[in-house]
């Protein structure tokens, strides 16, 4: 592969939510598979395009596996002089590479553009993840929240739109549209996906009604277990800012596998 599939090949992974590292040639002396070379690895150590194969891609391979695990780039010197070396190999050089480590951040998906789902777009950035707004209302409207996202979405219909989108399975999803029916149209949607958490803003009175209506249409108590509802932490407050909170509280608890309970009298 040449440097620019190389580039395109980093562009796929990030669309599709994959972790990777890039190990590139810097410097090879004496005899050495290759001279120049690029490569990208993924977490399952699968890979695209090529440092020169054999034993120092193999360890390459390893390193850079390693450096997406820790999140760390690494300059790696591998000599190629002596059968006791790490490599094995007697080509009579040594080679430099550099590898790049690719993280992809986690992806929040905001549907609802109001007071709520700006305020978490905004905690949401803060913690860290990626963002994607859907809305359904003109972008003049909601020019302030779609500023705060990374990427922007109007639909005309939530159901159908959401749920033919191509969103990566570890997707965070929190709903907090403009209307209840609204809301469980994208419910509905998110339902058919594969997802890390599902929250959903609401009473309990309008929780159960959404929810009845949802099993006429072939939903399983099962499924609608699965969502948090009504989101968040109980951690008090109302304004749009200390739900925010709450919610962004509930989705690190839920990525972290924690209860979010407090840390007073428990060994660190």
Excluded: W
Aim: charged share 25%.
């Amino acid at each position: 592969m040449n440097v620019i599939e190389i580039v395109k090949e980093q562009m796929r992974a990030y669309e599709e939510g994959k972790s990777c590292a890039v190990v590139t040639i810097v410097e090879a002396d004496g005899s050495t598979p290759r001279s120049k070379g690029k490569m990208i690895v993924y977490t399952d150590g699968s890979t695209k395009g090529t440092i020169g194969g054999g034993a120092v891609e193999l360890l390459a391979i390893r390193d850079a596996r390693e450096c997406i695990r820790k999140g760390e780039n690494l300059a790696k010197t591998y000599d190629l002089n002596s059968p006791s070396s790490e490599t094995g190999m007697t080509c009579g050089g040594c080679m430099t590479v550099l590898i790049e480590a690719f993280a992809v951040r986690p992806l929040l998906v905001v549907c609802g553009a109001g007071h709520v789902g700006g305020a978490v777009l905004h905690l949401a950035s803060f913690v860290g993840f990626d963002t994607l707004l859907i809305d359904d209302r003109e972008e003049a409207a909601i020019a302030d929240k779609i500023a705060l996202a990374d990427r922007f979405v109007r639909v005309k219909g939530f159901e159908e739109e959401v749920a033919a989108m191509d969103i990566r399975p570890d997707a965070y999803y929190l709903i907090a549209t403009h209307g209840h029916s609204f809301d469980g149209e994208a419910l509905a949607a998110i339902l058919t996906k594969e997802a890390k958490y599902i929250g959903m803003i609401g009473s309990s009175k309008k929780i159960e009604a959404l929810f009845g209506r949802l099993k006429e249409k072939g939903f399983t108590q099962e499924q609608l277990d699965k969502v948090y509802t009504p989101v968040g932490l109980d951690l008090g407050g109302e304004t749009p800012e200390e739900i925010a909170v709450a919610v962004i509280a509930e989705v690190m608890a839920v990525k972290y596998g924690h209860t979010g309970e407090h840390l007073t009298g428990k060994e660190k």
